[in-house]
């Protein structure tokens, strides 16, 4: 079964050229234009596969110390981003990318998945808005912001490293990223599974040696086997994924067989 993640995945892989534009804005840009600078998402740079901009709301006042921060109304700790540098900042951006949706990081935000990212992708460009401090005007957000995603339950400092998640994740998934287009269909998430897993040399490892079918060259039963880990992990590990996920007959047969040998093990 594919499912509509796989679909926007292979939309990605079987489109001859595509090229991303990302930009950010951001109180830390050299921070940000980090992520370019070594693996994969460093190579689809220099290959121009990606195109990184990032702005500076520094950049966009207008007073002597060059203010980015500001009180928030009813007094409480901490400072918000202050509002003009920033809407000057959205509009210096949105006039060279006009229809990229701006996203707003945020511990408030949706929850981030591979789905969101790779349908984020698939439209070939984005703005993402970092915030600081404690964040961000809430007027802002209702007028300028068209989506917030949060890494996860917890706060960090800025929404930079958010950033920089969102522009690998999407970036390992540009035809031509990575040395092999497969590799990122085969990752976690992508068929709605985890991966299943890996093994490298030595063949014997303290003991633990290679599952033998993987030595064997015949690569129909690799992929059978592979495909039965991964159903097996994920029932395994993450049972919320395979109730997403409908498994046609032959996947569910892989994975009653993976049940039934794990039962018999663990009974031994
Ligand atoms: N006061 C805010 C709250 O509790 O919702 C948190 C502000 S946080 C210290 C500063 C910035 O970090 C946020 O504006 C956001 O851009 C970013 N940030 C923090 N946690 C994040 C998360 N889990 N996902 C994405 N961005 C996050």
């Given at each position: 079964m594919k499912s509509i993640l796989s679909e926007s995945v292979w939309w990605l892989t079987g489109c001859p050229i595509i090229k991303m534009r990302i930009d950010v804005i951001t109180l830390f840009p050299q921070f940000v234009q980090q992520?370019?600078?070594?693996g994969v998402v460093g190579r689809a740079a220099e290959q121009g596969l990606l195109e990184l901009h990032c702005w500076n709301?520094?950049?966009?006042?207008?007073?002597r110390h060059r203010t980015v921060d500001d009180r928030p109304y009813g007094g409480g700790p901490g400072m918000l981003m202050k509002v003009e540098p920033l809407q000057d900042a959205i509009g210096a951006v949105r006039a060279k990318n006009p229809n990229a949706r701006l996203v707003y990081l945020s511990p408030q935000g949706r929850l981030l998945k591979q789905r969101m990212l790779a349908d984020q992708a698939a439209l070939g460009t984005v703005i993402f808005l970092c915030g600081r401090?404690?964040?961000?005007d809430e007027r802002l957000i209702e007028q300028e912001v068209d989506e917030e995603w949060s890494l996860g339950d917890y706060v960090i400092s800025g929404g930079e490293l958010a950033a920089m998640v969102c522009i690998d994740a999407m970036t390992r998934?540009?035809?031509?990223?990575?040395?092999?287009?497969e590799s990122a269909q085969q990752d976690?998430?992508?068929?709605g599974l985890l991966d299943c897993p890996h093994y490298t040399r030595p063949e014997d490892y303290r003991g633990d040696c290679v599952p033998a079918v993987l030595m064997n060259g015949n690569h129909r039963d690799i992929n059978a086997w592979r495909e039965k880990q991964a159903l097996g992990r994920t029932w395994q590990r993450r049972p919320d994924l395979l109730e997403a996920t409908r498994l046609d007959d032959r996947q569910q047969e892989l994975l009653d067989e993976y049940i039934a040998e794990f039962e018999r093990t663990r009974k031994r």
């Open positions: 992520v370019i600078s070594c709301p520094r950049e966009y006042t207008a007073d401090y404690e964040g961000i998934l540009l035809p031509g990223a990575l040395g092999d287009d976690s998430f992508s068929e």
